[in-house]
Nanobody, 120 residues
């Protein structure tokens, strides 16, 4: 009922930047939570950053000071600005969102993921 689509991944050299986007569509009335997760080959999916209705972001220690999460409620979208990228940031990045449906229920949806590769 709620679809999330990520975009913005790609190949970048160490020290470079990428901006990921996540757009929501479907039968929802409100999105109360957005999050970015990532999964590298052979590793478990891990939290990167979250942002709630109050707008206060939370970050994994590994990305603090380099990544910035933001949301645009007018566009039903979320972004992840990634600066000073390192090879260890290479992963598939997943968008996650939760909130309320128009029928009064709730949702917790995931996107399909977008690949970010940091390599020289």
């Amino acid at each position: 009922q709620v679809q999330l689509e990520e975009s913005g991944g790609g190949l970048v050299q160490p020290g470079g930047s990428l901006r990921l986007s996540c757009a929501a569509s479907g039968s929802f009335s409100a999105i109360s939570y957005w999050g970015w997760f990532r999964q590298a080959p052979g590793r478990q999916r891990e939290l990167v950053a979250t942002i709630y209705n109050n707008g206060r972001p939370n970050y994994a220690d590994s990305v603090k000071g380099r990544f910035t999460i933001s949301r645009d409620d007018n566009k039903d979208a979320m972004y992840l600005q990634m600066n000073s990228l390192k090879p260890d940031d290479t992963a598939v990045y997943y968008c996650n969102a939760a909130g309320r449906l128009r029928n009064g229920g709730t949702f917790d949806s995931w996107g399909q993921g977008t690949q970010a590769t940091v390599s020289s």
